[in-house]
């Protein structure tokens, strides 16, 4: 097994679903001064990207959104499964690496996820708020491990995940697609061909729509309690659910963006979350005690 394979094998191992490398110089060929791989780590080479279902299956199924919500297993676990594989490179092969980026400022991450995502051939971007989706994994949650070690890459898909053929088909009849449906606030775009032909996604729409429960919402929050002048609504403010679910999220770790109601009907992720039953493996007697 090749140092490729084995770091991916790894990856699996530390409960990614799939796992794929990305080189620097195809990353820094999109993204900015500023928010390259090498602007965190110096002489970065390759980013090791880890993929993971951002729920289980069974969590599409709740008729509840907030149990979808606290189903999200993989960004529980994907930064510690990213510090994983940069423990392994470090102490087996000796190169310089780390799985945790600067903060954002504002809207801008640090380093774009699905970027690195794209360039290790992980999935391609969507029509709904630019998520990169995988043929296999649907709407997949991602970390990452930046590294010193010079991997070979495996480089962007060649073919879109996005439009599915049947939004293809159903955007020539009706100029509409599941996705664009749901959401016309903050997604607009046309297909051409197979192709998306242009896309918009408003960001500064979408995060105050779903991403209400972060430490962005909790900081508005005090804001606003601390400019409350009526004491009864200030303690309301203070101790009402919404800070509760604040505190809940932020203490938990369960602070992710965005609703994904976008892809409710979408394709490609109904294909993703739709389980095939698994004939039962024969017990024998042993098994059985
Ligand atoms: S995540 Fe929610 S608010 Fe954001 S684009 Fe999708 S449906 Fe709209
Ligand atoms: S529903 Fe899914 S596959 Fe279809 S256009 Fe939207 S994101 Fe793409």
């Known amino acids: 097994m090749n140092a490729e394979e084995e770091i991916k094998q790894f990856a699996l191992q530390k409960g990614a679903d799939a796992a794929g490398i990305a080189s620097v110089a195809d990353i820094n060929h999109y993204a900015p001064p500023g928010h390259r791989p090498d602007d965190i780590l110096i002489g970065a080479k390759s980013v090791v990207v880890l993929a993971g279902y951002s729920a289980f299956q069974g969590a599409w199924h709740s008729p509840d959104h907030r149990t979808h919500y606290y189903n999200r297993d993989f960004p529980r676990i994907r930064l510690s499964a990213a510090a994983a594989v940069s423990r392994l490179i470090e102490s087996r092969y000796g190169y310089y690496s780390l799985a945790e980026t600067p903060p954002s400022l504002g809207f801008n991450p640090c380093l774009s ?26 709407m997949p949650s991602f970390s990452i491990c930046i590294t010193t070690m010079p991997l070979k890459a495996d480089g962007p898909m060649t073919e879109p995940v996005c439009p599915h053929p049947s939004c293809v088909k159903l955007w020539e009849k009706h100029r509409t697609t599941p996705c664009l449906d749901i959401c016309p606030e903050c997604l607009s775009g046309e297909i051409e061909g197979e192709r998306i032909k242009w896309m918009r996604y408003d960001r500064r729409i979408c995060t105050t729509r779903a991403q209400t429960e972060s430490a962005s919402s909790w900081l508005r929050t005090l804001l606003e309690a601390a400019n409350e002048p009526d004491p009864g609504v200030r303690k309301n403010i203070f101790l009402g659910s919404s800070s509760r679910l604040n505190m809940a999220a932020i203490t938990s770790g369960a602070v992710f963006g965005q609703c994904g109601w976008c892809l409710i009907n ?24």
Request: contains cysteine.
């Open 113 to 138: 996820h699905k970027l690195c995502a794209e360039m290790a051939g992980l999935g391609t971007r969507s029509l709904a708020a630019a998520m990169v989706l995988n043929p296999k994994l649907g």
């Open 266 to 289: 979408c394709p490609v992720c109904m294909q993703a979350r739709t389980l095939k039953a698994i004939e039962p493996t024969s017990t024998t007697a042993e098994d059985s005690h």
